[in-house]
């Protein structure tokens, strides 16, 4: 959310900020609302500065025997007080009004983010390995014959319809494989701390992050009214929601494995054969609250630990700046990790790092008390994949496929695996 009184103080770069995101001015209108509400509270100020001064005299109004005063001052008394009551139900609804309005306004872009319209824009900041050259054509995940009796898209469908997918034996194995590397290599050398929280949040933890609420189409509610979380970071960022940290509390580091939920809302048609873009999904995640001073180094040390990631197994990626069109709601830069997907010859996002600023922390109320004294301030938030678990796997058993239709796994994994290198293709670890 943004600070209403540096729009009140420079409006103009705020709507210029919002144009570089293709958004029409909006300052005239948050600052037309900020000064309705404000009259409402000096008016509602004023009608009981009023009513106090009279409750005073009606005593004495009374013990000099004057009752034609006592009534005028009791009368105004009960007056003010219908008028307050009216007023400050005003101010509250035009308080409304304006939290609307500005919990819908994405953040505010960095200078040095990229201007642009869409993923086309986007400028690359760096570039590791090769695509394989495979001497042969190469075939999507799904189409491998050692993966295909572990790739279950028919009965998927028959237990929950489209955008499912059923994974068994080795298949099975190679993804909880995955989670468990980036989880291990996250918490025991990237300095990150596990957390395994809940995937059913509050409303207000999905207002917190941003997802609520201009993206309630993307996610799931339950009859009970809570939310199917769309990423960890909803709750390992909300673990802080309406605290005051200490100074010395921050950095935190937290990273999770869980499901994720989403419904894909307006994807209709785009990946729709194998688990590239599924409803439900798994993911380690990453998220840093941090002191504002430290935001941006901390961008590029998660930059780094999810780079790491790749590298370890082996895997071509290439790491973009988002540019302003394609930046998300709550970032105010985001460096995009993409694979070499050797089925689609092309690379695919497998991870976002973002950095949010104060955005988050002031709809959490997320603060921390400076060390040397001073005025509560804001925590600075991050959140980043660490990697999306079936992405990569879809990325290992492409980029490791050999002709004959087996895949060569990464090293890497091979103390998840038992010490197996290999699916073959009759679909066995070996």
């Not at 609302?33 to 005593?59: C, F, H, P, W, Y």
Request: hydrophobic share 40%.
């Amino acid at each position: 959310m943004h600070d209403i009184r540096a729009i009140r103080e420079t409006p103009d770069a705020f709507d210029a900020a919002m144009a570089r995101r293709g958004l029409a001015p909006v300052s005239p209108a948050i600052l037309a609302l900020d000064e309705a509400r404000r009259a409402k509270i000096t008016a509602a100020e004023e009608a009981q500065a009023a009513r106090n001064a009279a409750s005073k005299e009606v005593g004495a109004a009374k013990a000099r025997g004057d009752e034609a005063e006592f009534e005028r001052l009791r009368a105004l008394v009960a007056e003010k007080k219908d008028e307050i009551a009216r007023l400050d139900e005003e101010a509250k609804a035009e308080d409304r009004r304006l939290q609307d309005m500005l919990m819908s306004l994405p953040n505010l872009p960095l200078a040095d983010v990229p201007d642009g319209a869409d993923e086309a824009d986007n400028v690359e900041r760096h570039r590791w390995g090769t695509p394989p050259d495979l001497g042969f054509a190469a075939k999507e995940h799904y189409q491998l014959p050692g993966v295909a009796a572990g790739m279950d898209f028919e009965t998927a469908a028959k237990l929950s319809g489209a955008r499912f997918v059923v994974l068994k034996g080795a298949v099975a194995r190679i993804h909880r494989a995955l989670a468990q590397f980036m989880l291990d290599t996250h918490v025991t050398e990237n300095g990150l701390t596990e957390v395994n929280a809940p995937v059913l949040v509050r409303e207000e933890m999905m207002y917190g992050t941003g997802q609520l609420p201009k993206f309630g189409e993307d996610s799931y509610q339950t009859r009970e009214g809570w939310w199917l979380i769309p990423t960890s970071e909803v709750t390992l960022t909300n673990t802080v929601n309406d605290t005051l940290l200490d100074e010395a509390d921050l950095p935190r580091r937290l990273t999770a494995h869980s499901l994720c939920f989403r419904s894909e809302a307006g994807s209709a048609g785009r990946d729709t054969a194998g688990m590239l873009r599924q409803h439900q999904f798994e993911k380690v995640e990453m998220v840093s609250i941090v002191h504002p001073e430290q935001g941006l180094d901390e961008l590029e040390r998660m930059t780094g630990c999810a780079q790491g990631i790749l590298e370890r197994l082996g895997l071509p990626y290439r790491t973009m700046t988002l540019c302003t069109g394609d930046t998300g709601f709550g970032a105010r830069r985001t460096h995009d990790l993409e694979v070499w997907l050797p089925g689609q010859g092309t690379y695919r996002e497998i991870s976002s790092v973002s950095y949010c600023g104060d955005f988050q922390a002031r709809r959490m109320n997320a603060r921390f008390r400076p060390a040397g004294g001073g005025k509560p301030a804001y925590v600075h938030t991050l959140n980043g994949s660490g990697l999306a678990v079936g992405r990569c796997l879809i990325a290992v058993l492409e980029n490791g496929q050999r002709e004959d239709g087996s895949v060569a796994l990464p090293e890497a994994l091979a103390p998840w695996l038992g010490g197996k290198t290999l699916l073959t293709v009759e679909g066995e670890l070996a």
